[in-house]
């Protein structure tokens, strides 16, 4: 079954550091025609929102709250995305989910996982 396996996530003071970690399990890249990758978070009472996107062709894009602070990366070899996060704020806290959409339809979803920040 083609799905995506977060990890990483947990509890940082503000000011800390914490990567997650998003592999793709089951997955041929070879055979897809185009992909992106992406990170979104939620909080209580909000809606989804997006966090940091990377096209096949290394293109990232980044919410203005995050700018300078997070970075998305990935390792082909390993099929694996990463989200950098630094300078953790307390409004950072959330459920963070990776993305993946190939072949410009078909999208996959993590299964979420719990960032909080907090002294």
């Known amino acids: 079954q083609e799905q995506l396996v977060e990890s990483g996530g947990g509890l940082v003071q503000p000011g800390g550091s914490l990567r997650l970690s998003c592999k793709a399990s089951?997955?041929?890249?070879?055979?897809?025609?185009?992909?992106?990758l992406g990170w979104y978070r939620q909080s209580p009472g909000n809606q989804r929102e997006m966090v940091a996107t990377?096209?096949?062709?290394?293109?990232?894009h980044y919410a203005d709250s995050v700018k300078g602070r997070f970075t998305i990366s990935r390792d082909k070899s390993k099929k694996t995305m990463f989200l950098q996060m630094d300078s953790l704020k307390s409004e950072d806290t959330a459920v963070y989910y990776c993305?993946?959409?190939?072949?410009?339809?078909?999208?996959?979803w993590g299964q979420g996982i719990q960032v909080t920040v907090s002294s």
């Open positions: 993305n993946l959409i190939r072949d410009g339809s078909r999208e996959y």
């Open positions: 089951r997955m041929i890249f070879s055979t897809f025609i185009g992909y992106s």
């Open positions: 990377m096209t096949d062709s290394g293109v990232t």
